[in-house]
């Protein structure tokens, strides 16, 4: 139920399906049946959302990377890693390995800057956040509507390291943004936050598994979505405190608004625990937007249009705000608010 | 401090399972395994009219086509079902007409369980004391059904399932399936070739039941199957109350109970279906006790109908049950308030499932686990607000109590919205026991044990409170029980 799967994008056997629990709400099988051919090359054109914030960048294009692939950070760096997909109906794979060495503190500013159609993308990610390391990671994530991709974060988190990872989706035919992090050993710390605006026919989902292998480990996750039209959004959360696992605190919490008739929202925030001393909670809540909110507002004279978006906002932005880097939290902002 | 004083005197009472004695009756069973001709001796030995048997047997194709579902976060051993006996039935004249007739045997392992089966002495009881009518089935049969003449004055037909088949086979037939279908899962696929018996419920239009029912289930032959089925239908505007409870004796096997349970509620009627659940779990080792798997559901289909499901769920080695409420009347409402104990080795998977298919639908679960020793708890449940359901409202709460290093509390809820007007929210909390209370508790003079007790009672509280009164009783002396041996 919680194994993952290896997808292999030249191999169609490898595709989940919803059969398959883990994948309950994100049918990759049905809409890839075959393998797709594989991408040809792309060209790196703008510079990415988060160039103005300087550092290092690790590059793909059409999955072939343009430099390296693997990033090893120690004192205090930024590194931006841009997926970068121009492709029409063809796949591609990217694999890259990030590590923050001891105490070192990494700004990890990810960007999936999708263009072209109907391309299909796997990206996985090895993060390692050694001891007393600091790791912040952002990740815009931005696709045309009939592209497929599938996204998977594998974090490790060593003993009183610190994780804090802020996804921001706008979906695709059908996007998974997938994140799973240990708590490898003791007093660490992670925040895993994310939030999907998606409109049309868009999906997004956002996956993540935390698990606590040690003691004293603590974790805070806040998920917000907005679904208009007729999109979807999925929220699957797993927190796993193992045995021994003591003195662990886990709080998750997912919001999502759907602001139309016919989208749809499905979430399942899941504890699995197997240690007594622990503070645990999940919240889900799943609604429309605060009619007398809206009411109040109209009657101020703000037009219903405007009021919706200006509350939207307000909704989501709570997200960004727990964006504890200053500069990556601006673009997170503004990024956000031109596609509302 | 009355509550104080009452778990007191409960903890005062504690024992190990004190229903798992054997009785030793004198029994007939159908040959050991399962085929074909297991179900037609089965429809045969009941009497049954032809649609009825192929009912079961169509049931059973199905049932050989299916697999045993392993989706639930239980394990055990698997089940031979060519190794168990489909029916055993206390040997008996046919037709006890009075109680008189009924083995002196089984009236005493009801009396050993405290079931009034004798009118009269729930007659002479404390005035005012609320009455029971009771259906008592012993493995595969209905023993004896009380105040059947009260209840029929009323117009509320309440007889074995057995009974009705033979004497009101068309509203059997309306209904029947009709709300948990033949081919629903693995098991309800084995309990509609199998079922032997079960209660049936029928409550004509705008009446309200003058008394509460209750079947009492008993299995007592070893390696035998339970299965058995209820079928309640509240027709429009009526009201009742249902009860159920269940133990089995001590043994080493595991024994299967896949019992189907199916609710139709009408326009404005209301059904409230209580359960105490204390099937034999196993012994210290995780050795024997009942695989309790069971599939309940109701359907409101009226609108403005209500049923709500209450279950204290603190037997059974296995339990694999998700009582459910198909909401396809406008304005109907669910609620679903469980209390889940595991101790020793036991495993319960168990949660509830709210269908919301009608507008301005509305459903409230309350869920409390208790997990103690090595034993494992999930809640799973489910959500779900179809596209044209406008104005929906759910609100879902679980927590967890986890005592000592070994045991497991999981909680694995689904939330599915489509449409835009729901307003579905969801809270759980995992916890362990407050040192802090406990110490409280017996810095006052309880004993560890006591304070224990106190403190989960305190814990299960809210809904404990929507128990009938006499299974409250029952209950909370229950939770002690259950808890024996949980801490130090």
């Known amino acids: 139920m919680s194994a993952t799967f290896a997808i292999d994008l030249t191999d169609a056997s490898t595709f989940p399906s919803r059969r398959d629990e883990a994948w309950k709400y994100s049918d990759l099988k049905r809409y890839l049946r075959e393998a797709p051919a594989p991408s040809g090359t792309a060209t790196v054109g703008a510079p990415g959302p988060f160039y103005d914030l300087g550092g290092e960048a690790v590059v793909f294009a059409n999955g072939r990377a343009v430099g390296v692939t693997d990033f090893i950070a120690s004192g205090e760096q930024t590194l931006r890693l841009r997926y970068i997909s121009d492709a029409v109906g063809t796949g591609h794979t990217a694999s890259a390995r990030v590590a923050a060495r001891a105490g070192a503190k990494l700004l990890l500013l990810e960007t999936h800057e999708g263009a072209g159609s109907a391309y299909v993308a796997h990206n996985t990610l090895e993060l390692d956040v050694a001891a007393g390391a600091e790791v912040t990671?952002?990740?815009?994530?931005?696709?045309?509507?009939?592209?497929?991709?599938?996204?998977?974060?594998?974090?490790?988190?060593?003993?009183?390291?610190?994780?804090?990872?802020?996804?921001?989706?706008?979906?695709?035919?059908?996007?998974?943004?997938?994140?799973?992090?240990?708590?490898?050993?003791?007093?660490?710390?992670?925040?895993?936050?994310?939030?999907?605006?998606?409109?049309?026919?868009?999906?997004?989902?956002?996956?993540?598994?935390?698990?606590?292998?040690?003691?004293?480990?603590?974790?805070?996750?806040?998920?917000?979505?907005?679904?208009?039209?007729?999109?979807?959004?999925?929220?699957?959360?797993?927190?796993?405190?193992?045995?021994?696992?003591?003195?662990?605190?886990?709080?998750?919490?997912?919001?999502?608004?759907?602001?139309?008739?016919?989208?749809?929202?499905?979430?399942?925030?899941?504890?699995?625990?197997?240690?007594?001393?622990?503070?645990?909670?999940?919240?889900?809540?799943?609604?429309?937007?605060d009619e007398s909110a809206l009411f109040y507002m109209q009657q101020r004279g703000v037009p219903a249009e405007e009021a919706r978006a200006l509350l939207t906002q307000a909704f989501l932005i709570e997200v960004i705000d727990r964006i504890e880097h200053e500069g990556a939290r601006e673009v997170a902002r503004e990024w956000l608010t031109a596609r509302l | 401090m009355a509550a104080v004083k009452e778990t007191i005197d409960t903890v005062a009472e504690l024992e190990r399972y004190k229903y798992g004695f054997t009785s030793d009756v004198e029994q007939e069973f159908a040959p050991r395994g399962l085929n074909a001709d297991i179900v037609r001796f089965i429809s045969e030995k009941k009497g049954e009219p032809e649609w009825m048997l192929e009912w079961r047997l169509a049931a059973y194709e199905r049932w050989l086509a299916m697999e045993e579902p392993t989706w639930a976060a239980v394990h055990y051993e698997p089940v031979d079902y060519q190794d168990l006996f489909y029916y055993a039935a206390p040997k008996k004249k046919e037709g006890p007409k009075s109680l008189d007739e009924v083995d002196p045997e089984i009236l005493d392992v009801y009396k050993k369980l405290g079931i009034p089966l004798k009118e009269q002495e729930v007659l002479a009881g404390v005035q005012g004391a609320p009455r029971v009518a009771v259906d008592a089935v012993f493995d595969s049969v209905s023993v004896v059904t009380t105040f059947k003449e009260e209840l029929a004055k009323a117009g509320v037909i309440f007889m074995p399932i057995s009974e009705a088949l033979r004497e009101y086979p068309e509203l059997v037939r309306q209904y029947l399936g009709s709300v948990v279908p033949v081919s629903d899962n693995y098991f309800a696929a084995l309990n509609s070739a199998v079922f032997s018996d079960g209660s049936f419920v029928y409550i004509p239009p705008g009446v309200r039941c003058p008394m509460e029912l209750s079947t009492y289930f008993r299995i007592n032959a070893s390696q035998t199957g339970q299965f058995e089925r209820t079928l309640i239908i509240a027709d429009k505007g009526s009201y009742v109350s249902y009860l159920e409870g269940c133990t089995a004796p001590m043994r080493d096997e595991n024994q299967l109970h896949a019992a189907v349970v199916e609710i139709v509620a009408l326009d404005d009627a209301e059904v409230k279906y209580s359960t105490v659940q204390n099937w034999y779990p196993g012994d210290a080792e995780g050795k024997g006790g009942i695989y309790n798997f069971v599939t309940k559901r109701a359907d409101c289909r009226g609108d403005r109908s209500k049923v709500s499901w209450t279950q204290v769920e603190t037997g059974s080695a296995v339990t694999w049950k998700y009582p459910s409420c198909i909401l396809k009347g406008d304005d109907s409402s669910g609620e679903f308030y469980s209390i889940a104990i595991t101790n020793g080795h036991q495993q319960a998977d168990t949660g509830t499932k709210m269908i919301h298919l009608g507008k301005n639908t509305k459903s409230r679960i309350i869920a409390k686990a208790v997990s103690a020793g090595k034993s494992d708890s999930t809640y799973r449940g489910l959500v779900s607000v179809h596209p044209k359901a406008t104005g929906v409202r759910n609100f879902t709460q679980c927590?967890?109590?986890?005592?000592?290093?070994?045991?497991?509390?999981?909680?694995?809820?689904?939330?599915?919205?489509?449409?835009?007007?729901?307003?579905?929210?969801?809270?759980?909390?995992?916890?362990?026991?407050?040192?802090?209370?406990?110490?409280?508790?017996?810095?006052?003079?309880?004993?560890?044990?006591?304070?224990?007790?106190?403190?989960?009672?305190?814990?299960?509280?809210?809904?404990?409170?929507?128990?009938?009164?006499?299974?409250?009783?029952?209950?909370?002396?229950?939770?002690?029980?259950?808890?024996?041996?949980?801490?130090?």
């Open chain 1, 137 to 289: 990671r952002v990740v815009l994530v931005e696709e045309p509507e009939d592209a497929i991709s599938v996204s998977e974060a594998h974090v490790k988190v060593e003993a009183g390291g610190v994780y804090r990872q802020t996804v921001i989706a706008t979906g695709a035919r059908l996007q998974r943004i997938e994140t799973r992090i240990s708590h490898f050993a003791q007093g660490a710390q992670v925040q895993a936050d994310g939030l999907y605006l998606l409109n049309g026919s868009r999906h997004a989902d956002l996956t993540s598994v935390v698990r606590h292998m040690e003691h004293d480990g603590a974790t805070s996750q806040l998920i917000k979505g907005v679904a208009r039209d007729t999109a979807r959004g999925v929220f699957q959360g797993k927190i796993v405190v193992e045995r021994g696992a003591d003195g662990t605190d886990a709080r998750m919490g997912h919001h999502a608004l759907i602001a139309s008739e016919r989208a749809e929202i499905d979430a399942k925030p899941e504890l699995i625990i197997y240690a007594d001393d622990v503070q645990c909670a999940h919240g889900n809540t799943v609604g429309a937007l």
């Open chain 2, 399 to 488: 927590d967890s109590l986890l005592i000592g290093k070994e045991c497991g509390s999981h909680t694995i809820p689904y939330i599915e919205a489509r449409n835009g007007s729901a307003q579905l929210e969801h809270e759980a909390t995992t916890t362990r026991l407050s040192d802090d209370q406990l110490f409280y508790a017996q810095q006052r003079g309880l004993s560890q044990e006591e304070a224990v007790a106190l403190l989960v009672n305190g814990f299960v509280r809210d809904v404990l409170q929507e128990l009938p009164m006499e299974f409250a009783v029952e209950a909370q002396k229950l939770v002690a029980i259950s808890l024996e041996g949980s801490v130090g």
